[in-house]
C-alpha cells in the first residue's frame, strides 16, 4: 500500500540530460527525507542525493555540480546533466515514510529505475 514509485530512467549519450522522479503513495501521514542512491555492477551502493523535510540538499562527491535534487510534497527529483559513462547504474528512490497504519517511521525504497549513459 505504502510505496514509492519511480520513473524517469533510460538510456542516454554522454553529456546528456535525464530526469528522474520518485512519489511516495498511499495512506501516509509524514515524509521525512527523501534521497537517491545508486548502484553499479560489482559496486557498493552510493548516495547521489538527499533532501532534507526542510529542503536542504548533499550530494556525493562525484554528482556535484552536474545533479540537483528537489522535492515537492511527497516526490523527489533528480535532475541529471551532463552525464558520463560511469554514471550507469541502477537508481534507487529512497524516505523515510510514516504509513497511517502505523504512525511509525519507516525506511523505505523504490524499484530502482535503469540509467544507462552511452553512445
Known amino acids: 500500500q505504502v510505496q514509492l514509485v519511480e520513473s524517469g530512467g533510460g538510456l542516454v549519450q554522454p553529456g546528456g540530460s535525464l530526469r528522474l522522479s520518485c512519489a511516495a503513495s498511499g495512506s501516509i501521514f509524514k515524509v521525512n527525507g527523501m534521497g537517491w542512491y545508486r548502484q553499479a555492477p560489482g559496486k557498493q551502493r552510493e548516495l547521489v542525493a538527499s533532501?532534507?523535510?526542510?529542503?536542504s540538499p548533499r550530494y556525493g562527491d562525484s554528482v556535484k555540480g552536474r545533479f540537483t535534487i528537489s522535492r515537492a510534497e511527497n516526490t523527489v527529483y533528480l535532475q541529471m546533466n551532463s552525464l558520463k559513462p560511469e554514471d550507469t547504474a541502477v537508481y534507487y528512490c529512497?524516505?523515510?515514510?510514516?504509513?497511517?497504519?502505523?504512525?511509525?517511521?519507516?525506511?523505505?525504497w523504490g524499484q530502482g529505475t535503469q540509467v544507462t549513459v552511452s553512445s
Open positions: 533532501i532534507t523535510e526542510s529542503g
Open positions: 529512497n524516505a523515510v515514510l510514516w504509513p497511517m497504519a502505523t504512525m511509525t517511521p519507516y525506511d523505505y
